[in-house]
T-cell receptor, first 114, second 115 residues
């Protein structure tokens, strides 16, 4: 499809395991964001990529969280040694650099840590 | 620091009623942008509107209207003649000139429109 694609849509894992969440942005969008939405909460900014610039990692909650974006397209968010408090929906969004703030979101990856 | 407050956690109305969703923001930036997004049950947030800090004109788009008032730091969203399909979580967001590219979201308002 033409929208932002995220996988897996659902992930259940055991505490202490590592997980990888994938985001495939809209073709041609240079900006890519990861947000986290916990149950009943707003969206918490995690990380932002823009073209070849250094990413803005200021929202990552701990050093267990990391993300990369290969070739300016697909991005992977990795959570190491998952904890129960990591349970949330992880949302990816992309945008063109020309449109301030109009983000196109994927449907999210729901992570449950048992 | 940027902050967005949506004091209404949940609102329930009957179809055809008008409903206003409140949004209050805080920022020290003189240039900023305000947004509303809709999150239907499918989970995918959808952009509704962007307003910059220098444009206080109210905007109407079909049954949707937005009231931006800098004097009260508010950017409220009104749905006229609500419909069941309007049921969703609505988020207000803020992007200031000093916040880089991040949007700061409020906690959202769950709107339920009952038939």
């Amino acid at each position: 499809g033409a929208g932002v694609s995220q996988s897996p849509s659902n992930k259940v894992t055991e505490k202490g395991k590592d997980v990888e969440l994938r985001c495939d942005p809209i073709s041609g969008h240079t900006a890519l964001y990861w947000y986290r939405q916990s149950l009943g909460q707003g969206l918490e900014f995690l990380i932002y990529f823009q073209g070849n610039s250094a990413p803005d990692k200021s929202g990552l909650p701990s050093d267990r969280f990391s993300a990369e974006r290969t070739g300016g397209s697909v991005s992977t968010l990795t959570i190491q040694r998952t904890q129960q408090e990591d349970s949330a929906v992880y949302l990816c969004a992309s945008s063109t650099s020309l449109t301030t703030g109009e983000l196109f979101f994927g449907e999210g990856s729901r992570l449950t840590v048992l | 620091a940027q902050k967005v407050t949506q004091a209404q956690t949940e609102i329930s109305v009957v179809e055809k009623e008008d409903v206003t969703l409140d949004c209050v923001y805080e920022t020290r930036d003189t240039t900023y942008y305000l947004f509303w997004y809709k999150q239907p049950p499918s989970g995918e947030l959808v952009f509704l509107i962007r307003r910059n800090s220098f444009d206080e004109q109210n905007e109407i788009s079909g049954r949707y209207s937005w009231n931006f008032q800098k004097s009260t730091s508010s950017f409220n969203f009104t749905i006229t003649a609500s419909q069941v399909v309007d049921s969703a979580v609505y988020f207000c967001a803020l992007k200031g000139e000093t916040s880089g590219s991040r949007l700061t979201f409020g906690e959202g308002t769950q709107l339920t429109v009952n038939p």
